[in-house]
């Protein structure tokens, strides 16, 4: 008996995905949960398991190769009596779709033979780095869990080689340069990272927006002191009670945005080239950092959570994220969005919208400033806040009132039990 290996789809609307990688050959046994290979889309990479016990008697689909419809089958697993090498041609059911990968079998990062070898622990973003920065992973020691390679691992590795590229003796004159990713220019050293999925798909978004949204920006400067001691009072109460939850500065100010969207309904908007969309809940995009770019789930009804469900809600969304498990609806469309360097000491800044929404709200750190009370000088904690706006959507005088009752949420802090 035979089973299919099949092109899994990470959501259900993913129509296709690049095949990046095999990391076993026709012949090996595998047990059901197994990595045999890794695919990537513009989101995410993931492996691809073994979905039964058998011997992987045929590849159908080389490695490299993108644009593989799901449910496309890739590969077979059977008793072993039927193993043939590896596809070296673009099988019936992926045609269409394109080869990128010369040997895709018989090469794991840095180009080596992977026949014979054990598996190594590394991550699907990890993996590809390798790849493309040309970096062997053989004896690398990993920094993550049970010694596993992680994304970071790759990139001091790359520095480390390139270090070690520089201080090498250079070619003798008239000797041909070997064909490399590594580009000298001056006294310095450049390397050439090509780009992923995910990078190519930020750029291309955010050169759209950049040139279709007519973006106009105000800032506003809130007193943070009332909202600091809301915060440690909260989470005094949580650590009282067992908990090991932990609300944030932006928790609070991320639930003081929604009720202020919802306050202000002239913001409840998003453009579109038929007529405004009148939105009918406050759904907030969280920028989130991975490695290797960014994402924005979307918290859905922001406006109605209590301020410990919005921090529960957004810390789980950042670690489905952060373990790429978002599917699309998890991340797409949504009100307006919010973006925080602070915890870097940014003081301020301008965030990019991310269309379809209309607002992207940027948060600065918090900083003490001297202020005039009663005639006296005083200390003041104060938070600055930067907000984006589609001109197409929202003029701005109704953004202006929306900061107003942004400002007044933050310093009065009790009014976000409401």
Same mark, same amino acid.
């Given at each position: 008996? &035979?089973? *299919?290996?099949?092109?899994?789809?990470?959501?259900?609307?993913?129509?296709? +995905?690049?095949?990046?990688?095999?990391?076993?050959?026709?012949?090996?046994?595998?047990?059901?949960?197994?990595?045999?290979?890794?695919?990537?889309t513009?989101?995410?990479?993931?492996?691809?398991?073994?979905?039964?016990?058998?011997?992987?008697?045929?590849?159908?689909?080389?490695?490299?190769?993108?644009?593989?419809?799901?449910?496309?089958?890739?590969? =077979?697993?059977?008793?072993?009596?039927?193993?043939?090498?590896?596809a070296?041609?673009?099988?019936?059911?992926?045609?269409?779709?394109?080869?990128?990968?010369?040997?895709?079998?018989?090469?794991?990062?840095?180009?080596?033979?992977? /026949?014979?070898?054990?598996?190594?622990?590394?991550?699907?973003?990890?993996?590809?780095?390798?790849?493309?920065?040309?970096?062997?992973?053989? +004896?690398?020691?990993?920094?993550?869990?049970?010694?596993r390679?992680?994304?970071?691992?790759?990139?001091?590795?790359?520095?480390?080689?390139?270090?070690?590229?520089? /201080?090498?003796?250079?070619?003798?004159?008239?000797?041909?340069?070997?064909?490399?990713?590594v580009?000298?220019?001056?006294?310095?050293?450049?390397?050439?990272?090509?780009?992923?999925?995910?990078r190519?798909?930020?750029?291309?978004?955010?050169?759209?927006?950049?040139?279709?949204?007519?973006?106009?920006y105000?800032? =506003?400067?809130?007193?943070?002191?009332a909202? !600091?001691?809301?915060?440690?009072?909260? *989470?005094?109460?949580?650590?009282?009670?067992?908990?090991?939850?932990?609300?944030?500065?932006?928790?609070?100010?991320?639930?003081?945005?929604?009720?202020?969207?919802?306050? &202000?309904?002239?913001?409840?908007?998003?453009?579109?080239?038929?007529?405004?969309?009148?939105?009918?809940?406050?759904?907030?995009?969280?920028?989130?950092? !991975?490695? +290797?770019?960014?994402? &924005?789930?979307?918290?859905r009804?922001?406006?109605?959570?209590?301020?410990?469900? !919005?921090?529960?809600?957004?810390?789980?969304?950042?670690?489905?994220?952060?373990?790429?498990?978002?599917?699309?609806?998890?991340?797409?469309?949504?009100?307006?969005?919010?973006? *925080?360097?602070?915890?870097? +000491?940014?003081?301020?800044?301008?965030?990019?919208?991310n269309?379809?929404?209309?607002? *992207?709200?940027?948060?600065?750190?918090?900083?003490?400033?001297?202020?005039?009370?009663?005639?006296?000088?005083?200390?003041?904690?104060?938070?600055?806040?930067?907000?984006?706006?589609?001109?197409?959507?929202?003029?701005?005088?109704?953004?202006?009132?929306?900061?107003?009752?942004?400002?007044?949420?933050?310093?009065?802090?009790?009014?976000?039990?409401?």
């Amino acid at each position: 008996m &035979t089973v *299919n290996i099949l092109m899994p789809a990470i959501s259900p609307d993913m129509a296709t +995905g690049k095949l990046v990688c095999w990391h076993v050959e026709p012949g090996t046994a595998v047990k059901q949960g197994d990595v045999l290979a890794e695919l990537e889309t513009d989101k995410a990479a993931m492996d691809i398991e073994a979905p039964a016990d058998g011997v992987l008697e045929q590849i159908l689909v080389p490695g490299g190769t993108s644009d593989v419809p799901v449910e496309t089958p890739i590969g =077979i697993i059977g008793a072993g009596a039927s193993a043939a090498p590896p596809a070296t041609t673009e099988p019936p059911a992926a045609a269409g779709m394109s080869s990128d990968a010369t040997s895709p079998l018989q090469e794991d990062v840095g180009g080596h033979d992977i /026949q014979d070898r054990p598996l190594r622990r590394i991550s699907p973003l990890a993996r590809r780095l390798a790849r493309e920065m040309s970096v062997e992973t053989e +004896g690398l020691r990993g920094t993550g869990p049970k010694g596993r390679i992680l994304a970071a691992d790759i990139r001091e590795a790359a520095e480390r080689q390139g270090r070690e590229e520089t /201080q090498a003796p250079t070619a003798a004159a008239g000797e041909a340069a070997a064909p490399a990713t590594v580009m000298h220019m001056a006294a310095a050293s450049a390397c050439l990272e090509p780009h992923g999925a995910m990078r190519r798909t930020i750029a291309a978004r955010l050169v759209e927006a950049k040139q279709t949204v007519p973006h106009f920006y105000l800032e =506003i400067r809130c007193d943070a002191d009332a909202l !600091l001691d809301m915060r440690r009072t909260l *989470n005094e109460a949580l650590a009282s009670s067992g908990s090991e939850a932990k609300v944030t500065v932006n928790d609070l100010v991320m639930k003081a945005y929604a009720l202020a969207i919802a306050a &202000t309904p002239d913001t409840m908007v998003t453009w579109s080239e038929e007529g405004l969309v009148r939105h009918t809940s406050v759904d907030i995009g969280l920028a989130v950092a !991975l490695e +290797g770019g960014l994402i &924005t789930p979307i918290l859905r009804d922001a406006a109605r959570l209590s301020p410990g469900a !919005l921090s529960s809600a957004a810390r789980e969304a950042i670690e489905r994220a952060r373990a790429g498990k978002l599917s699309p609806q998890e991340y797409s469309g949504g009100l307006a969005g919010i973006s *925080n360097l602070g915890m870097f +000491g940014v003081s301020a800044f301008s965030a990019i919208i991310n269309p379809p929404q209309s607002m *992207n709200l940027a948060v600065g750190t918090i900083e003490s400033e001297l202020a005039l009370h009663n005639g006296q000088a005083v200390e003041v904690r104060r938070l600055r806040l930067t907000l984006s706006v589609d001109h197409r959507a929202i003029d701005g005088a109704v953004g202006a009132r929306l900061l107003q009752r942004l400002k007044s949420f933050i310093e009065a802090p009790l009014l976000l039990a409401s």
